[in-house]
């Protein structure tokens, strides 16, 4: 390539890299941002007619003389004016750039100002052929440079003499055409990616708000409210739940099914996220319909399964234990899905509730959940939780762990059910600090006192 044009071409790529500038500093402007997004108003038009034009008057000042006429990028301004706000816009940039180009004189005055007026008229033409849609990179490119072989047409057309204009074209066509073309392409590249990264912006927002419904809903049907049953004195029961996420799976609830009889579960959906809270939320009101028609857990355990194994298309699956306290007597009855082994702590130390290991509910119908029988004197407390709690990792992958757990359990043996499951949930704060929690948290702890309501 002749060395002459190998500098033009190298000058003019210097001063596309400006549109570069241009682009981040008004993608930071209100009026820029309206625009983009179709918000069209005068104020806004009139702001581009400026913007734009002035940068029309920079491409010419700073554009690179050539046998006495200048090669600059002074079309583009106009152009992405029509473009991104219209022909009004397009044409008042256009009428400001071409105007100085004229009066700034020379043999191509009159062509390069009709063709910086018409670079304007251009765009807004099809900013309306698009309806106010942008136009793709590679598309705004191929007008830019058909922009730019027109301008050079009408050189050859208008300039006298025209040997001399046949010269300036020959040397500045090809570099001006390859440089306008590509910072137009630079240009819409930029907008292109805001307007993304602005939508992506409002989707997650959209999200967010829509997650921290489902959290509140989620955690709506939970029992909360504690003291749950402050008129038994017999027992003191509470719960806590620690999402990992916005929503996650894990899950408990209690109610009486008579007078003397109280019902508990605690559970684990298998995954997070929004699958696991719907899982949830089912495995929740299954178990309600059934445990009120059953008379052992075992049952009840049985009945959720088959009816959540059925047309179990995601293959999820919830372990948990479910059980009904004999108020009067102490006596408990357990079922165990796949999940911890309760604890029953007392003055004695900690028991583990253990059983033939059993399958987790809803991964198979007609599966035979044992039933696991113990008593609670008064003072004991039964302790649920999910593996939420002892697989809870620390900075240097250490896991909470059972034996952690237990030697905390026992410094809070005679302490109400809430603050029992408080500590728990402080010491696990305390153990992983600044550690994203990866799973779900979930304690239930039930102090029974006995049929007086005395604690020995």
Not at 153 to 176: C, D, E, R, Y
Not at 280 to 295: D, Q
Not at 367 to 380: H, N, S
Request: one cysteine or more; charged letters at 15%.
């Amino acid at each position: 390539m002749n060395p002459i044009v190998l500098d033009l071409f190298f000058s003019l790529m210097k001063d596309a890299c400006v549109i570069i500038v241009l682009a981040y500093l008004l993608l930071r402007c209100k009026s820029f941002s309206e625009v983009i997004h179709r918000n069209i108003t005068l104020e806004n038009q009139i702001f581009f007619i400026l913007v734009f034009g002035i940068f029309s008057i920079y491409g010419t000042l700073n554009g690179i003389r050539v046998m006495g006429a200048p090669a600059n990028i002074r079309d583009l301004g106009p152009m992405i004016a029509g473009l991104l706000a219209g022909p009004v816009a397009g044409i008042g940039a256009g009428l400001i750039g071409g105007i100085h180009r004229y009066f700034a004189g020379g043999i191509t005055a009159t062509s390069c100002a009709v063709a910086t007026v018409l670079a304007g008229i251009l765009g807004g033409g099809v900013h309306k052929l698009l309806k106010g849609k942008l136009p793709g990179i590679v598309s705004a490119s191929l007008l830019m440079a058909a922009m730019e072989a027109v301008h050079m047409g009408i050189v050859l057309l208008l300039a006298k003499p025209s040997s001399t204009a046949f010269s300036i074209v020959q040397q500045v066509g090809v570099p001006m055409i390859i440089t306008n073309a590509a910072g137009m392409g630079i240009f819409i590249f930029i907008v292109i990616n805001r307007i993304n990264e602005q939508t992506n912006e409002a989707e997650k927002r959209v999200m967010e708000g829509e997650l921290a419904a489902a959290h509140e809903i989620q955690m709506s049907i939970l029992p909360k409210i504690f003291p749950a049953f402050p008129e038994r004195k017999e027992f003191d029961l509470h719960a806590i739940l620690e999402p990992a996420r916005e929503v996650g799976g894990d899950l408990y609830d209690f109610y009486p099914l008579d007078e003397n009889r109280l019902f508990f579960v605690i559970g684990d959906v298998s995954g997070k996220g929004v699958p696991a809270s719907l899982f949830m939320a089912i495995t929740m009101t299954l178990f309600k319909v059934n445990a009120e028609g059953c008379v052992s857990p075992a049952e009840v355990m049985t009945r959720v399964n088959n009816q959540l194994s059925r047309d179990n298309e995601a293959s999820m699956f919830v372990t948990t234990v479910c059980g009904i306290l004999d108020v009067p007597t102490g006596e408990l009855a357990l079922s165990n899905g796949g999940h911890n082994p309760p604890l029953i702590l007392g003055a004695e130390g900690l028991r583990v509730i253990a059983g033939t290991p059993s399958m987790v509910v809803g991964a198979m119908e007609d599966i035979p959940y044992p039933l696991l029988t113990e008593t609670l004197k008064p003072g004991e407390v039964l302790v649920l939780f999910t593996d939420g709690v002892t697989e809870a990792m620390n900075g240097v992958d250490e896991a909470y762990g059972d034996d952690r757990l237990a030697d905390e359990l026992l410094k809070v043996v005679h302490q109400p059910a809430a603050d029992i499951t408080q500590t728990i949930l402080d010491d696990i704060r305390r153990f992983t600090g600044d550690t994203p929690q990866s799973d779900d948290i979930t304690l239930l702890a039930l102090r029974y006192s006995g049929s007086t309501g005395e604690q020995h």
